[in-house]
């Protein structure tokens, strides 16, 4: 696992979110972890092919996704994860995921992107890589999301 | 769901025989082939076809005055002009007489596929080309794969999804495509059958000898080498628009939903004596 190819989801994460109308979030910890990821009740999965090879996982509890749904349209009240607030949560991880690879393009590393598959339950396995993985915890105003990160260089 | 019907209009037989065998594995059925004008003039009447493809030398016309002939029966006809010449004259006095497109021979079989595609856009076209042309060799990869893998014979059904969500309760792998059309597979089945799987792809006993990881190993191998499969199906017709498919993610659990907004998605079940093995299928619309 190689830090510099996950840096630019991390960025991305950072640079994006501000000017969608959040508050500047904050990493609070990184961690190198194997075996599985547990749902927190959100978790967005969008897989990656071409120069590098990964998938990246975007994991929050419902009410972060229901913050970050209503902060994306113009601080719409959200008070169900309905429909319009899981296409928000998609078009986000689809966002940051796109930017990260132009993030990788500027690194002369290519990549497509999938588009992303949103999983709503309580405590399932995610489980993005045989080996190591890394795992980003960032929080935007007192929301916690958790990003894992497995990337593989072809 | 219908297929898009196509005429043909060229007078050379290896020009008809190649442009036929171009369009074989997709969505688009040709249902006339005309070897001059008043063949495609009759023709056109007895088919109606969506789309025309026109060559530019007949026998007892051109291309241009064929296709006004067409015009004037059916001015919404839509016909693409293949001819071994293209330059800006011809197209202006195409355009005129309503040719919508223009592609030179030999022609390129995807150029030929999206041209066709995009004249015959709307959304009933639109799925009819996605269930055709991509969804299907997901079918048959699903079920060659299951009998490959597992010896398992299936009865396999491929429908439109109508739901916006899948319930999953055991195993989902989610395989990312890249490239065109952009989308993602997701194969999933309940434990029970994902532990069946296993044990037979694994040579085990029986179902105690088979751990959870095991299991869920087996079958996210699987699923890879089953959209893998389907990826090649799709990749020998179009031959230059590579699609590629993601490492997979698996999730495991129960009472799960999967969302996929904005997707056009197909369900595809194989209905086997281990239990229903399911994979939905699913394109970004407007791509």
């Known amino acids: 696992m190689d830090a510099k190819l996950v840096n630019p989801f991390v960025d991305a994460f ?6 969608m109308g959040f508050p500047q979030p904050q990493r609070t910890n990184v961690s190198v972890r194997d075996g599985h990821a547990v749902g927190l009740g959100v978790s967005v999965i969008v897989g990656f092919t071409k120069q590098l090879r990964g998938n990246v996982v975007y994991n929050m509890t419902e009410d972060t ?42 690194m002369g590393l290519e990549v497509d992107i999938s588009t992303p598959s949103l999983s709503i339950g309580q405590g399932f396995q995610v489980k993005i ?14 929301h916690a999301v958790e990003i894992d990160i497995a990337v593989e260089q072809n | 769901m219908e297929k898009v019907k196509v005429m043909i209009v060229d007078d050379s037989k290896i020009s008809r025989t190649m442009l036929k065998g171009s ?37 007892d016309a051109d291309g241009i005055e064929c296709s006004q002939r067409i015009h004037d029966i059916d001015p919404e006809a839509k016909i693409v002009m293949i001819s071994a010449m ?13 040719i919508s497109a223009f592609l030179q021979k030999p022609v390129n079989t995807n150029d030929l596929i999206d041209t066709l595609m995009i004249l015959c856009q709307n959304r009933a076209g639109k799925v009819a080309v996605l269930r055709e042309s991509y969804a299907k060799p997901f079918q048959r990869a699903l079920q060659q794969g299951l009998f490959s893998l597992v010896g398992v014979h299936s009865e396999i059904s ?89 490492p997979p993610g698996t999730i495991c659990g129960t009472d799960i939903r999967i969302a996929s907004p904005k997707l056009t998605t197909f369900r595809i079940t194989a209905k086997t004596r281990i239990g229903d093995i399911n994979m939905n299928i699913g394109f970004a619309e407007g791509e």
């Open chain 1, 14 to 19: 950072t640079t994006v979110l501000p000017q």
């Open chain 2, 158 to 246: 491929l429908e439109l999804e109508d739901r916006r969500f899948l319930d999953v309760s055991g195993i989902a792998v989610i395989i990312g495509l890249t490239g065109y059309p952009v989308g993602r597979a997701i194969v999933f089945m309940s434990n029970e059958t994902m532990k069946k799987f296993c044990m037979i792809m694994l040579d085990k006993d029986s179902l105690d000898d088979v751990t959870d990881e095991e299991a869920s190993d087996s079958v996210e191998e699987a699923a890879n080498i089953i959209v893998g499969r389907g990826v090649s199906n799709i990749n020998d017709v179009f031959k230059d628009k590579e699609i590629r498919i993601t």
């Open chain 1, 65 to 106: 996704a229901k913050y970050i749904a209503s902060t994306m349209m113009m601080g719409m009240p959200v008070p169900e994860f309905d429909a319009m607030a899981q296409s928000a949560i998609s078009e986000m991880s689809n966002m940051l995921t796109a930017n990260a690879a132009t993030n990788l393009a500027g």
């Open chain 1, 129 to 142: 890589s045989d080996g190591k993985y890394l795992t980003v915890e960032m929080d935007i105003g007192g």
């Open chain 2, 23 to 59: 369009l074989a594995k997709t969505n688009f059925e040709v249902v006339a082939m005309a070897k001059n004008a008043a063949e495609a003039v009759k023709f056109y009447q007895e088919f109606s076809p969506a789309v025309v493809t026109m060559d530019m030398n007949l026998p």
């Open chain 2, 86 to 98: 293209k330059d800006a004259s011809l197209v202006a006095r195409g355009r005129d007489a309503g």
